[in-house]
């Protein structure tokens, strides 16, 4: 799945997130303290346990959302493609069914499209996984697919919370050049929580899930190319790959794991409210080639840990702050398919604390103000490659945004943000590395290790004209612009994300 370049960019550098499976398109905030993040201070969204769906805020309206995602530029790793295009149709919904159950529906239909992406066709390559596969031709991927998601939560005894959330998504992909490979993409994620309310300030919980992802990729003969030769690259880290002539191959990953965490939920009477998520995660994956006779190609292990807090406080009845910290420990490996040799290993701590405030100046005007600083830690050795890099990076932002109210039928709001991302201590040692590192693979690491500054601008218009319900658009725009860099001098980064949404109320 696509996933944005706010998500891709900022979030694998300064949070370091694993990033696989396939993710339901969903127009986030710039802030992650004030604004609309004061109504998310809870376990459904710090944590996500499904138990505490009763604590989402959102309406009980049918939301029909229209989004288009496009990011382009070569400020990027070698294995990212230079533009990448989402488009998604979807559908949800949620319905209080009484006073001690609700539901929550989500159904979109999504179009990713990669273009000029080199080598690789290995979809959900950004997890860290060094087992790629892919070809010697450049040229456009799509994928199209379907994902569905259930939500539910139950009140039992007046105490007792309980609650499931399920996804499940299905695609196929091609590559529109020769050799024309496909893919196939099944993925489930099941969570289950429970909660219990020891007063009506007070809650604890706890969730547990499993994930199941796999992944086809199938390279057969182009009748319309017989006469060109098929190169297949199989990446076992970021050099000495091995090179194959071979027309047909196919490719079977599995990747899975489980997760659990624990909630806590305090709340003073609407004068400070504060939720903390702690969590680990255990994530596999496992690769066989050859349709006929499956063969293990690697064997790839990540040990996550999380933790979370976000915290809302109300000085005034004008005058309101935040703050948000998130800790993201992976401690990843990956051994050989037949020998018990270690491959890869890389530990990577990150940090991310923001705080804000927004005070109201009048009933249509509220102006707010978030400052916030990250701080991310990179060990990677690939002893297969006799690779070895590291880099310590720190970001510091500021953001500012304004939400007016014109009148009864029409509101914006708009918000600006600044982030500096610098690399502090930063090594390289490629001793003996070959052409494939030297001339191409060397920029997924230089990338990690170049400074740069992000501009994001972020602005929601609604409407309400009674009829028709609420419609609203979202306009994101992000740039990237690396700083003191040789390799990636005069590129950059940009991304778009523009949305429709209509709201109706149709049950």
Known sequence: MLQNLKKILFLSLILSVNISGQVIYEPGSLFHSIFENR???????????????????????????????????????????ETSRLYQLGFSGKKVLDSTQVFRGVFAVQREERDNWNWFSTKNYNTGNPFLLGDSTGGRYRYNGILMKAEYSSLLMH??????????????????????PTSEHRDIDLKVGLGYLFDKNFSVGVSLGVFDYNEKI??????????????LFKFRGYDNPFVLTKKTETRYSFHN????GINLFYTSENFFTVSAFIGSEIEHLSIEDDANNPQPEGYWKNNTYKAGLRASIDFSSKLKGGVYYRYDYREMWAKHPTFDVLLMENENPAHLIEAGIE????????????????LVDIDFNDYYS?????????????????????????NTFFGYGFTKYNTGNSDLSSNGASGYFNNFRIADVLYYQSSFVNHSVFSKLSFYPGFLGIMNFYFIYDSYLPQNTILFNDTKRNSLNAVFELKIKAY
């Open 218 to 231: 199938s390279y057969r003969e182009d009748k319309e190319a017989l006469l060109q030769e098929t190169i």
């Open 359 to 374: 005070y109201e100046f009048s009933e249509s005007l509220t102006l707010g103000f978030e400052t916030g600083a990250g």
């Open 257 to 260: 794991g489980y997760f659990g």
């Open 159 to 180: 105490k007792l919370l309980t609650g499931f959330s399920l996804i499940y998504g299905v695609d196929e992909g091609l590559k529109e050049v020769s050799p024309r």
């Open 386 to 410: 006799d690779v070895f890099w590291d880099v310590e990076a720190h970001t510091m932002m500021f953001k500012l945004g304004a939400d007016y109210q014109w009148n009864d039928n029409f």
């Open 39 to 81: 109504d998310r201070v809870n376990p459904y969204y710090v944590g996500k346990n499904p138990a505490f769906l009763f604590y989402d805020g959102r309406d009980q309206l049918l939301s029909i959302q229209s989004s288009f995602n496009n990011s382009e530029g070569n400020f990027k790793r070698f294995v990212d493609p």
